[in-house]
DNA sequence: GACACGTCGTTAGCATACCTCACGATCTGC
DNA sequence: GCAGATCGTGAGGTATGCTAACGACGTGTC
């Protein structure tokens, strides 16, 4: 089946820099992430958004988008699909006219205990694999690269 | 600025899972390293197939899908696009009329080592304002990221 | 009070990056 | 030889980001 080691004038092994290595990695796992499919047609980013939403409370638009690291534009496209899914409901903001709320609705509490759990089986299994001392790497990693990616 | 404190009705704090605080770290700096813009066409994924090509040699395109993780007709497009930049080349397979075998040029060598620098200057700076030991805790999470990923 | 200016959410339009389905060319086992 | 498997590719669809521009609303200044 490999063929590549089989080839004249094959590059040398290089010794890839941590960042190439993180980068590849984490392109790929996020590969891997997104193409797990539920038979529910709610996606990855979707799913996000609602565990923020029922992980942090009620928020504006502008503050889950900021959680998410994304710009406003691509969150008014997530909260939509999540009300058409009815799983969030936006109402006024009290105070501010140019404001609204986001909040769970309880449809939307019950598919996060239930599906994203199931979503997130592939990769509890994966994790499931390793010994403890690696998923304590993985802890502290996701710790660091939170930190790097948030700002 | 944060409202979310200010309503009733909010969710309690919960302690996110290994496998939920891992998804979004991944999903966030996979986000950030998209949005990396360098003045030059070449994307992430045509960086990565290629950097794939440039440390395991020629190889053909349904090995380099798999490598990568992805469907061969993905990896149709992505070739097409490097070879259009010449940075790769199909030849025909010696022995099977089927298959192709890709390989990079040397304008493909020169801009992996030029170019892709260039593009993880902005993960290089952020590496670089983290001390030994998290970066230590990094290398390691990203060879165990790496084979949760690739199988 | 009126007007200028900032902020927030949204709409519109675009680019990228995946996928599945379907097809033609080629190889292989009987 | 011929049926069925395999490989690469084309077509079309969906998801996920972005920026630019707009309308609604709030706020400070006179």
Redo the contacts with the bound molecule.
């Keep these: 089946?490999r063929y590549a080691n089989d080839v004249s004038g094959r590059e040398e092994e290089h010794e890839p820099s941590l960042a190439s290595r993180l980068r590849l990695a984490v392109?790929r796992l996020?590969?891997r992430l997104?193409?797990q499919?539920t038979d529910s047609?709610v996606?990855?980013?979707?799913?996000?958004a609602l565990s923020c939403l029922y992980n942090w409370g009620p928020?504006?638009?502008?503050?889950?988008?900021a959680k998410?690291?994304?710009?406003?534009?691509?969150?008014?496209?997530?909260?939509?699909?999540l009300e058409e899914h009815g799983f969030a409901s936006?109402r006024p903001?009290p105070?501010?006219?140019?404001?609204?709320?986001?909040e769970v609705t309880q449809a939307g509490r019950d598919f996060v205990r239930a599906e994203v759990c199931a979503r997130e089986r592939w990769l509890d299994r994966r994790l499931a694999d390793l010994d403890e001392e690696e998923r304590e790497v993985l802890s502290r990693a996701a710790e660091i690269i939170d930190r790097m990616a948030g700002q």
Tied chains: 1, 2.
């Design positions: 089946m392109v996020n590969r997104r193409a499919r047609s996606t990855l980013t979707q799913i996000s928020m504006t638009p502008g503050e889950l988008a998410e690291g994304v710009q406003p534009p691509s969150m008014t496209r997530v909260i939509a699909a936006r903001h105070t501010d006219g140019r404001q609204a709320i986001v």
